[in-house]
């Protein structure tokens, strides 16, 4: 698995626009772990829903290009 170096939305391991899975290949872990783990963080949470910060995080995470992976 390609890593990225700094953190950008993902190419390869997209399910939506590639947020979780940019974080999983910036951290090293899996996408699909990265995935339940939001999923079970923004359900459990009643301040801000999961929704919202991924919508934040598409905005504001920039796309990864070629050049983005180590």
Do not use: C, D
């Not at 920039?62 to 983005?68: G, H, R, V």
């Amino acid at each position: 698995m390609a890593k990225l170096a700094k953190l950008h939305r993902s190419q390869n391991n997209r399910m939506i626009a590639g947020v979780m899975g940019g974080i999983a290949e910036y951290v090293g872990w899996s996408p699909t772990w990265v995935r339940l783990l939001f999923f079970i963080i923004s359900t459990l949470s009643a301040a801000v829903p999961g929704i919202l910060i991924y919508i934040i995080l598409w905005i504001v995470m920039p796309k990864a290009s070629s050049q983005s992976y180590r």
